[in-house]
């Protein structure tokens, strides 16, 4: 087994045995991003030197026998919006080109703590707006299995990274779908958490009542690793609260209830991401676990009710690029001969990209005093609507299992200029950040080696459950 290949017990157990050292192991990565990277696009920064240094301290712990933790000199890439004290951080906008983070985001901080070693920042959508990668200001990337096809988005540089073994494990937001899709795209594991688990300070907000940090990781114990890690309440940001505990959690499979919503089984779904969930659940019951019918009623109104209150948290989020206190300054101030006006048409006209622009149009219009009552309230009362779906299926079952994509994924292009059809490959995410619950994807199947995941949902502060199931599913 190659080194890039190693999940994060396997590294530490190496680093603990000396079987190679922090600095081997991140080199190891590095050489092979260098090389392979040119391809696949998942990096808009590589940090090598810090990198280095971060495993040359590690490597000081180990020399002076010191217990290290679990993920101390282990490889990780974090998605471009969010902050590492001193690199750049472009959101893959033009409009933050040059901008450097002059702050760690909380969970940079933490991983810090634990000794991770930071290999770069990944691509993504323009502030994470997208569901292919293909909206980055920088170029596109690439899907592993198939480059001609996108990895998925809008986190699709950190799952590339993962799932071609340029890191051992990435973070990625998750706002409608950002973490689950592209890991399902990419083949590999990634969680989005409970609203409120892991601290968004340091994030670039993009939709503040949805966004989470979560791990994309290539195994199921990674993403709890990585989880308990980054998780826990922070004064920085006021939306964080600690998880409840629950003591000696153990979840016998045969006791487990998964529910499977009758509405996911639509017209829209590909037939070989319907076969891949039917094999999902006749493996469930082999294990043992009851499989039961659920309703969710308003599961239609999910894309439309995300698609009216993400525009318009994000119209208000993104009214702080106004050139002066971000990004693009000065320089372009002394092109403009007009007024302050002059200044922000210019510099938001030119560093935005379409996509951004065409979300900034439809939340400020579902804002506007005209349409507020017609759009944006309604879309709160929905919202409920959708929340008390899931918290009466989650009376009968302890888990929900649903397809994360309705389709495989999709050549470069084929759905780029057409919106609504890239927005409806978030038809089986959306909901999740909706309600603030939490939700997994894992790989559960290739078609034309092309992988396929599935989505376990569970109740608030319920990612034990998610990760007990989905390691039963893994093993076997
Ligand atoms: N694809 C969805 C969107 O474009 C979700 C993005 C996200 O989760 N950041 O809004």
């Not at 622009?357 to 929905?382: H, P």
């Not at 619950?437 to 034309?448: F, K």
């Not at 502060?461 to 039963?472: G, P, T, Y």
């Amino acid at each position: 087994m190659e080194l890039t290949q190693f999940t994060i017990k396997q590294a530490h157990q190496g680093l603990v045995k000396k079987d190679f050292s922090a600095l081997e192991f991140t080199e190891a990565f590095l050489d092979k991003l260098k090389q392979e990277d040119k391809k696949i696009h998942a990096f808009l920064t590589v940090t090598e030197d810090l990198a280095i240094s971060q495993a040359k301290r590690i490597d000081n712990l180990i020399a002076q026998k010191k217990d290290i933790p679990i993920l101390a000199g282990i490889p990780c890439v974090v998605k471009d919006n969010i902050l590492i004290e001193g690199i750049k951080c472009t959101s893959a906008s033009k409009i933050l080109e040059n901008y450097i983070a002059s702050y760690d985001a909380t969970c940079i901080k933490k991983l810090k703590e634990q000794g991770v070693v930071f290999l770069g920042k990944t691509n993504l959508d323009e502030f994470a707006m997208g569901s292919s990668c293909e909206n980055s200001a920088f170029g596109p990337t690439r899907n592993p299995y198939d480059l001609t096809r996108v990895p998925g988005g809008s986190s699709g540089g950190s799952a590339a990274a993962v799932a071609a073994n340029f890191s051992v494990f990435g973070l990625g937001s998750d706002t409608g779908g950002s973490i689950r899709q592209p890991c399902s795209f990419c083949g590999v594991v990634g969680l989005k958490p409970t609203y409120g688990a892991v601290s968004r300070y340091g994030l670039i907000a993009f939709a503040s009542s949805l966004d989470q940090i979560g791990p994309i990781t290539k195994t199921v114990e990674d993403a709890r690793i990585v989880f308990d890690a980054i998780k826990g309440q922070d004064e920085m940001d006021s939306t964080s609260v600690e998880m409840p505990k629950i003591e000696n959690y153990k979840l016998k499979i045969e006791n487990l209830r998964i529910g499977v919503p009758k509405e996911y089984f639509t017209k829209g779904m590909d037939s070989e991401v319907e076969k891949a969930v039917k094999r999902a659940i006749e493996i469930y019951k082999k294990m043992g676990t009851k499989i039961l019918e659920i309703s969710l009623p308003h599961a239609e109104y999910a894309l439309p009710c995300y698609y009216i209150i993400a525009p318009s948290e994000a119209s208000a989020n993104l009214a702080r690029y106004d050139g002066i206190k971000y990004g693009k300054t000065t320089n372009d101030r002394q092109q403009v001969t007009g007024d302050l006006i002059d200044y922000y048409l210019k510099v938001r006209g030119e560093g935005f990209g379409p996509e951004v622009k065409r979300r900034i149009m439809l939340g400020t219009y579902a804002l506007s005093a005209g349409y507020y009552e017609a759009y944006y309230k309604k879309a709160q009362k929905v919202r409920t609507l959708i929340q008390r779906d899931f918290k009466k299926a989650f009376d009968k079952v302890d888990i929900i299992l649903a397809p994360t994509s309705p389709s495989l994924p999709f050549k470069l292009g084929e759905k780029i200029d057409d919106p609504l059809s890239m927005y409806l490959t978030d038809i089986y995410t959306v909901s999740i950040n909706l309600a603030g619950i939490p939700a997994i994807s894992i790989p559960c199947a290739e078609s034309n080696n092309l992988p396929i995941g599935i989505q376990l949902i569970a109740n608030a502060f319920e990612e034990d459950k998610i990760f007990e199931a989905a390691l039963a599913f893994e093993k076997s």
